[in-house]
């Protein structure tokens, strides 16, 4: 395997196989029903000719095809922002390919007869290249790599029949059967030897091996419905855990899926709203976890926001003495610390040192040894709870002051003919009512300032005294200072007036501006500043619209190339262009000032370079390509009112601590570490995870288990120092089984996509593609060979909590981080790259594997959410209306053959013709289909954590390729496998590490 430079292997475990049922635990357990059924790869013997299906084309990069087609404008919208109608968009989106045919809807690929390779041949090296024969999947050459299909290669002479080599059988143990071919045509509990089957794809072995000549079958088609379905799996999940609430008291629970709605109980462990692990029974040993090869890590949201049905923490206050802790390990006290001697003294469960207990915390035990006020602490009976802090938690010795928001609004040529300005001054006079606020405050206790900038920065000095606001300037970019500091940070409702005239103000100012350069980072360095001087922690909201060309410190040149894609050289495009912005950062950091950029371009910025600060801060990104006001307002204006009104905590340290046995080892996210325990946060907000890694340095008992505490110690928005505390049990086994039986696989795929987008700034991203394929295959194949029956090395056997596993990292594969379409720009890579760096695992759950709801099917005064259905062309119906949504796009496809009346109640034309394709909002009609369909567009925007610009997409249209880029069952357009292929190239990894 082969390991990206500088960089701990994936883990020190594999990933899970399929998802592990009560029921299923048993060798011969009961037979699935065909719902959780989980799908076979062939199905049939292969004897004479048989009908051919085509061979897939190659699960590497074929040419790029855009998805522009040769004539016409390229339609109102990318993937991560919107062109102007009749503007043209960047070079990249205009390339058209000669011979590109868009793809026919069209039947699964059938199983049929190929001419055979050599039993084992050689190994895939990686997914980004065409195939060759006898290589991968084998077949033919492709000839016509462009094309979605090609023709079908000759059938076998008639009796032969192909086989594999039988391998070792694995040996058996007393765990769940996972899943395997059954004879019938679907994948099943793992029984034991089955009889042969054909090759599913050209130059793959056979299935199983049968003496005796072959029996002629008529064709059998590869069902689709066979294999594991995450549609399937979800629906299972909501059916048998979503009805009954989460209670948090035993230890090493695998909670429900994160598409599951549940409520939570907490009884000492930290509710999977704030802490997820990708498997919660670790292994004893780590040779164990080296041979699994399961990633051990917990992906961590401590600021996480609960459902209104649950209750919010408690905050703990034990006055001057602080929180109880153990003196040597520094660990909190949580319900897992043993008290002894009567109640005199306490056992560190951490580190197992023994404490004294302060007179004023001492109380008598039961007789179960148990504290009798137990009950009546946070900090003794729940697995999450706040303590407020003592000053000697704070900087300097001094409590701190309450935070500030200071808004930078770049008034450049671009940004004014936009509208952008404008809109954002009218937009800041409401929104300032809305700033966070502690409790039952009526009002915030955060102060706001301004400045704006082009080639120099002008600030304002809205005093409540003043009867105008006051601007000053600073050209001298090349030292930046702030010019004034009384009546620069303002509490708003004493300078309302004054604010309001600014504003009124501005976009008249700069009305008749031609300056078309900006600098950037003086703009950063001017609000630390301003907030070093006011001695306060705050948040920048920096608004953008162009590669910052100026001449000042920080200054760009453009290095877009796109020549660069598949070569070695291609991870510069995702490295900052200079390190002037890390050391912008770690300044920023130390001051607790966090960033959030909202970024309007026309044509590259160099996201890769401007994201740095807000990323190490601990802020976030917002992106708008080619902003125009009439189609991007709603957009960009429910994301700042979103982002302004989130609640966050700043000037963070997060640290998390583990019992002996384990240690934290690797860390993920947005945020800055100056040594390899503390995570510093400049700001962290209630969307933001830190993902963690653990190995192990010792080993661990069973009986024990292994504990997880997470402290995170941050500034309140009303200037409260606080310490919020999370605590997780975990199992520990001695048996694989149990490791496999206990993953969860939406968590394991957060953690290696974050792996992976980190891997490609170091490495080849099909280094990085490798490492992933590898990984996953050794991880399944240490199922089969250590966890399932004995039998046939032909069978595909995964675990049943792990099925999903191969459907999820081919869609991690072919992102566009790691496997880019010709219409993707380095700047939506470098976006999307760090955007996911930091998603929770619900967010990475839809944003790779999107949610496809058909919207006519489910009768209309039903007004829950139509049930899903996989993300394949083939699942399209074209009399049909379907909704898509991955957390960052929302497509409304319409079918050609849709009836005239739904048409008529949702569009108010007269047919499918007249509707307009790549509109935006759909009218407000008075007809129950329309308002159903509006409700369900809100009530998913409601469940994501950014607005999604709704896009109709009508079938044929030249749209519908953009929509069918996020149909990740089928073979891209880029040249990523289809979701059948990708399982047959499994396979053959894990029989060629098996044999």
Sequence with gaps: MQRLPGSQPFGSAPLAPVVSQPSMLQPYGPPPTSAQVTAQLAGMQISGAVAPAPPPTGLGYGSPTSLVSASGSFPNSDLYGSYAQGQAPPLSLTQSHPGVQPPQRSAPPQASSFTPTAPVGPRMPSMTGPLLSGQGFGGPPMSQPNHVSSPPPQALPPGTQMTGPPGPPPPMHSSQPGYQLQQNGSFGPARGPQPNYGSPYPGAPAFGSQPGPPQPLPPKRLDPDAIPSPIQVIEDDRNNRGSEPFVTGVRGQVPPLVTTNFLVKDQGNASPRYIRCTSYNIPCTSDMAKQAQVPLAAVIKPLARLPPEEASLYVVDHGESGPLRCNRCKAYMCPFMQFIEGGRRFQCCFCSCINDVPPQYFQHLDHTGKRVDAYDRPELSLGSYEFLATVDYCKNNKFPIPPAFIFMIDVSYNAIRSGLVRLLCEELKSLLDFLPREGGAEESSIRVGFVTYNKVLHFYNVKSSLAQPQMMVVSDVGDMFVPLLDGFLVNVNESRTVITSLLDQIPE????????????????????????????????????????????????????????????????????????????????????????????????????????????????????????????????????????????????????????????????GAFYMSNTTDVELAGLDGDKTVTVEFKHDDRLNEENGAL????????????????????????????????????????????????????????????????????????????RKNCASPSSAGQLILPECMKLLPVYLNCVLKSDVLQPGAEVTTDDRAYVRQLVTSMDVAETNVFFYPRLLPLTKSPIENTTEPPAVRASEERLSNGDIYLLENGLNLFLWVGASVQQGVVQSLFSVSSFSQITSGLSVLPVLDNPLSKKVRSLIDSLRAQRSRYMKLIVVKQEDKLEMLFKHFLVEDKSLSGGASYVDFLCHMHKEIRQLLS
Excluded: W
């Excluded at 910052?548 to 490295?575: M, V, Y």
């Excluded at 039986?741 to 280094?767: H, Q, W």
């Design 708 to 783: 997880l505490q997470c402290a995170l110690l941050y500034t309140s928005c009303a200037g409260q120092r606080r310490l919020r505390i999370h605590n997780l049990a975990l199992n520990c086994c001695t048996q694989l089984a149990d490791l496999y039986r206990n993953c969860e696989t939406d968590t394991l795929i957060n953690y290696m996509a974050k792996f992976a987008y980190r891997g490609v700034l170091n490495s080849p991203v099909k280094t990085v593609r490798d490492t992933l394929i590898t990984q996953c295959a050794q991880i399944l194949a240490c199922y």
């Design 509 to 668: 100012m700069f009305a008749d501006t031609r300056e078309t350069e900006t600098v950037f980072a003086p703009v950063i360095q001017a609000g630390m500043e301003a907030l070093k001087a006011a001695e306060c922690a705050g948040k920048l909201f920096l608004f953008h619209t162009s590669l910052p060309i100026a001449e000042a410190p920080g200054k760009l040149k453009n290095r877009d190339d796109r020549k660069l894609i598949n070569t070695d050289k291609e991870k510069t495009l995702f490295q900052p262009q200079t390190g002037a912005y890390q050391t912008l950062a770690k300044e920023c950091v130390a001051q607790g000032c966090c960033v959030d950029l909202f970024l309007f371009p026309n044509q590259y910025v160099d996201v890769a370079t401007l994201s740095v600060v807000p990323q190490l801060t601990g802020g976030s990104v917002y992106k708008y390509a080619c902003f125009q006001v009439e189609n991007d307002q709603e957009r960009f204006l429910s994301d700042l009112r979103r982002d302004m009104q989130k609640i966050v905590g700043f000037d963070a340290v997060m640290r998390v601590r583990t019992s002996t046995g384990i240690r934290a080892v690797d860390f993920f």
